[in-house]
């Protein structure tokens, strides 16, 4: 059984850069043909898929975000790690990271095989 965990700062000011990591276990964020994803869900609305990291490094991010998203990874510790630069009030929202068998740059939940619990982050001064 795969177990995802997101940590990071749950408020982070505005211009500032979010950083969130998520730490797996049950499995390898390096096993073949798995995609990790970020999701994000703000107050009141739908699921946004953000971007992922494949299991062989490649990144992949949603048009929407791409000048202001990075996301990388460290095997040794088998985590993978968000970057969002310049937040605003609008980034606040519940993060989750999710893995999926064929990385999929989807919002729909039954697409992934497993999720983190989520953590909200705030954007405010």
């Known amino acids: 059984q795969v177990q995802l965990q997101e940590s990071g700062p749950g408020l982070v000011k505005p211009s500032q850069t979010l950083s969130l990591t998520c730490s797996v276990s049950?499995?390898?964020?390096?096993?073949?043909?798995?995609?990790w994803s970020w999701i994000r869900q703000p107050p009141g609305k739908g699921l946004e898929w953000m971007g992922a990291?494949?299991?062989?490094?490649?990144?992949y991010y949603s048009p929407s975000l791409k000048s202001r998203i990075s996301i990388s990874r460290d095997t040794s510790k088998n985590q993978f790690t968000l970057q969002l630069r310049s937040v605003t009030p609008e980034d606040t929202a519940v993060y989750y990271c999710a893995t999926s068998l064929i990385l999929t740059a989807t919002d729909n939940r039954d697409e992934y095989d497993y999720w983190g619990q989520g953590t909200q982050v705030t954007v405010s001064s």
């Open positions: 049950g499995g390898s964020i390096t096993t073949t043909y798995y995609g």
């Open positions: 990291i494949d299991y062989d490094g490649s990144t």
